[in-house]
């Protein structure tokens, strides 16, 4: 069994299906279950699902403590995030954030690869007609495009050296994107687990 995403699984409420799902299957069998995020939700499947897992994370010490010996762990000495990474963040009304954003890209866009998370389609798409309208070349990803055109608007971002991506949580798990500079989140998240 490979359950891919299990966090967003068990957050979009397939708990009980998939725990039905898990009671149908072989004793004896493979499983492995990939999250981006540790839940309580995540540690009560695998401890239902799975036998003697290899945890991977960054993390290791949140997993040395919540797992007991019968468990193998994977790199036990400290990884940390990329170098040099810095975080902040400006507090700022919500009436003001596309005043924020398009001084921040003007200021940033000649030589940056940007990408800016923003929660809804349609202001991810509303967000990108102004910035074009305003001279502030963008792409935008967001789950009401075709799967072609995000495959297509994807490449494309990946292979600039700068440029602007506006984008939903769509372009947040999973993609490969070098050479980014800043990283916006416009929006609080949705979900206060990722």
């Known amino acids: 069994m490979v359950l891919d995403e299990a966090d967003l ?16 299957l072989p004793e ?17 499947l695998s401890r239902v699902s799975l036998s003697k897992p290899i945890c991977i994370g960054i993390d290791v010490e ?7 010996q019968d468990h193998d762990i994977i790199n036990q000495e400290t990884l940390k995030t990329v170098k040099g990474l810095e975080q902040g963040f400006i507090s700022a009304k ?20 940007i990408m800016v998370f923003i929660n809804s389609c349609s202001c991810a798409q509303y967000f990108s007609n102004m910035l074009n309208f305003l001279s502030v ?32 949580d769509v372009a947040s798990r999973g993609l490969d994107i070098p050479s980014v500079d800043f990283i916006l989140q416009l929006d609080a998240p949705l979900s206060i687990d990722k």
């Open 62 to 68: 949140y997993y040395l403590n919540d797992y007991d």
């Open 137 to 168: 070349e963008n792409a935008v990803i967001h789950g009401k495009l075709k799967q072609a055109k995000r495959t297509q608007v994807m490449h494309s971002f990946r292979t600039k050296d700068r440029g602007v991506l506006l984008c939903t």
């Open 94 to 113: 919500f009436e003001n954030r596309f005043r924020f954003i398009y001084s921040f890209l003007k200021k940033n866009i000649s030589n940056k690869k």
């Open 9 to 24: 699984t068990l957050q979009h409420g397939f708990e009980v299906e998939l725990n039905e799902i898990i009671k149908l």
């Open 28 to 44: 004896k069998r493979q499983t492995a279950l990939f999250s981006a995020t540790q839940t309580k939700k995540i540690e009560d």
